[in-house]
């Protein structure tokens, strides 16, 4: 029986849990939210199992305070394959909601970066969410009038420092995340710490 002696040259990450809620501390300008999700990596990951973007259900905190989580409970389960760090993976989230006038309009934009090695099971996380501001005053009349945000046409460019340069953003709330991370093979290649 041969048995193979050569070291793999790759790495395994899983990555298990859910997006849990989202917070809006002066409460949500929409009466119902969705969220879309995306992870994104560099060029040298393989994705080999699980959902790399997905759509979160409606959900409001009407029945509570406004300024209650709104929960989504929306499971997050990937695996991917490296040969390096470069291009760790993250995960961008937009957010939607139906204003006043029933228009469904862009509420913000949330990144996280997935937790490294050695993360503890079911860690925390929680990430803010951004929203773009109007460029000018005729935009925030306009903004306001049609009941549509501001909205980013590649919102991947949060993940690139330097084409984000200038980009008017405010805080408007925080997703929280419950995300555990196993790798496997990593040590062969000296990267535990």
Request: charged letters at 20%.
């Amino acid at each position: 029986m041969e048995v193979n002696t050569t070291a793999a040259s790759y790495f395994n990450i899983f990555i298990t849990g859910h997006m849990e809620s989202a917070i809006f501390p002066l409460g949500p300008d929409a009466s119902d939210i969705l969220c879309r999700y995306e992870c994104i990596t560099g060029p040298d990951w393989e994705h080999v199992s699980g959902s790399k973007e997905g759509i979160t259900q409606y959900a409001s905190n009407r029945n509570g305070n406004f300024n209650d989580p709104i929960v989504f409970n929306m499971p997050i389960e990937l695996t991917y394959r490296s040969t390096n760090v470069f291009g760790w993976p993250q995960i961008i989230v937009c957010l939607y909601g139906k204003t006043r006038w029933g228009i469904e309009t862009s509420l913000g934009y949330s990144r996280l970066h997935v937790p490294i090695f050695g993360s503890e099971c079911n860690q925390r996380i929680k990430s803010p969410i951004l929203r773009p501001l109007c460029s000018n005053t005729l935009a925030d009349i306009t903004s306001w009038i049609t009941g549509r945000n501001p909205e980013l046409k590649d919102p991947k460019i949060l993940l690139d420092n330097t084409k984000n340069k200038g980009l008017s953003m405010e805080s408007y709330g925080e997703i929280e995340f419950v995300l555990s991370v196993i790798t496997r093979g990593s040590a062969r290649l000296g990267l535990e710490y």
